[in-house]
Each structure stands twice: as structure tokens, then as C-alpha cells.
């Protein structure tokens, strides 16, 4: 395997279902992002962790849990979501320096009914 | 606050060449980037500039002024695979990507 890879691909879940997304990046990268892209929106980012520590939250609401246990995975735990929740999330990860590039996994398509 | 504009959607022909624009408003710069991502697919890297000027890669340029906050994304000889989205970011001061909508690029033969 190599860059970034997401699993599951696409999930359908209801509002009362408890789901985990997967990222595992094999690119070295020492910070690793999650994700939220809907339609004809920017990207709004989720989680960023650096090392292994969460370093920015940007006010997600509590139903969106991530872990990080080391630096090559990534998961996001899901628990009574809303059918607003619906979208694509995407993983990326990249290494600290001066540009920061990201690298992007495939992303998980969300249905929450 | 901080803002990215680019356009919405933009129909160009193969063969042609496409200039996409993005200007921007950020707290402090370190850098643009700009991405590819095809419908269902994961946003893919294709340019980064930090210092003004053109930067070449193949078919594909990305130019940058910063004293304008202003970039764009030149594509020639399109090709129906460009058919795309694309998306501008600006790395901030505090090394956060502020992301654009995306232009929807839709390639007629």
C-alpha cells in the first residue's frame, strides 16, 4: 500500500448507529487531518494532529470522537449523527516544514439516514 | 476574515487553454496551493507557490502575486481527463489551509 488509504469507502448508517472511519497514511508524515467536504463548499477541517496530539479542533460537535494512535493511523468515531452529516470525509496527512503539503486518502462517502 | 473567491464553474474546449483564477484575504501567507479532484475522488497536489512568479510543470502553471493576494492555475492544451475540480488554498500564519469552494472545470470536445 502506498499514500494514503480510507476505509470504508462509502457507509450508510442511521442516526442511532455507532461507525469508525480508518486512515492509515504510509508516507512517513508526522500530522494527519480530518476532513469534512460538501457540495459546492470549501473544505472544513475537523481534527489536526501533529505527533500524535490533537492540535486544533475546530468546534466539531461531540457526536465526531478521533483517535490517533500512532502517527501512521487516524480513525474518526461516529455516534448519533444527523442526516446534515452526510458528506465526504476526507484523511490527509503531511510532514512539518515549510510548505506542509497534504496528501489526501479517497475519503469515506457518508450517507446518515 | 479570511476568504479565497474562485470561480464557481468554467466550460473551456479541448485543445484550448483555461486560466483559473483565485484571489485571496488571509492573516499572513506561507504559501497556495493549488489541487485537482475528480468527481468521488481525493483532492490530488498539483502546485505550490510561495515567492511571485510563474511556476511551469508540463501542460500545467500556477502564478502567484502576493502584493495582489491573487494567483492563478493555467492549463493548456486541455485534455477531457481535465475535467475536474480545482481548488485553491492559502497556508496561513499559524500554517492552517484556508480553503476555496473549487472551480468546477467542464472540457467540451
Known amino acids: 500500500e502506498t499514500g494514503v488509504t480510507q476505509t470504508p469507502r462509502h457507509l450508510v448508517m442511521g442516526m442511532t448507529n455507532k461507525k469508525s472511519l480508518k486512515c492509515e497514511q504510509h508516507l512517513g508524515h508526522n500530522a494527519m487531518y480530518w476532513y469534512k467536504q460538501s457540495a459546492k463548499k470549501p473544505l472544513e477541517l475537523m481534527f489536526v494532529y501533529s505527533l500524535e496530539e490533537r492540535v486544533e479542533n475546530n468546534s466539531v460537535p461531540s457526536r465526531f470522537s478521533p483517535e490517533c494512535p500512532n502517527s501512521s493511523h487516524l480513525f474518526l468515531h461516529l455516534h448519533t449523527l444527523q442526516p446534515e452529516d452526510s458528506a465526504l470525509y476526507l484523511c490527509?496527512?503531511?510532514?512539518?516544514?515549510?510548505?506542509?503539503?497534504?496528501?489526501f486518502g479517497p475519503g469515506t462517502r457518508l450517507l446518515v439516514l | 476574515g479570511q476568504n479565497i473567491d474562485q470561480p464557481t464553474e468554467m466550460t473551456a474546449t479541448e485543445g484550448a487553454i483555461v486560466q483559473i483564477n483565485c484571489t485571496y484575504q488571509?492573516?499572513?501567507?506561507?504559501?497556495l496551493f493549488w489541487y485537482q479532484q475528480h468527481a468521488g475522488e481525493a483532492p490530488t497536489f498539483l502546485s505550490y507557490n510561495v515567492l511571485d512568479g510563474l511556476e511551469e510543470k508540463g501542460r500545467f502553471s500556477s502564478f502567484l502575486s502576493r502584493s495582489k493576494g491573487y494567483s492563478y492555475l493555467l492549463l493548456k492544451e486541455l485534455q477531457m481527463k481535465d475535467s475536474a475540480s480545482y481548488l485553491c488554498a492559502v497556508l496561513d500564519s499559524n500554517y492552517q489551509l484556508i480553503w476555496g469552494a473549487g472551480t468546477k472545470l467542464i472540457i467540451k470536445p
Open positions: 488571509t492573516s499572513g501567507f506561507n504559501g
Open positions: 490527509a496527512s503531511s510532514q512539518d516544514g515549510d510548505s506542509r503539503t497534504q496528501y
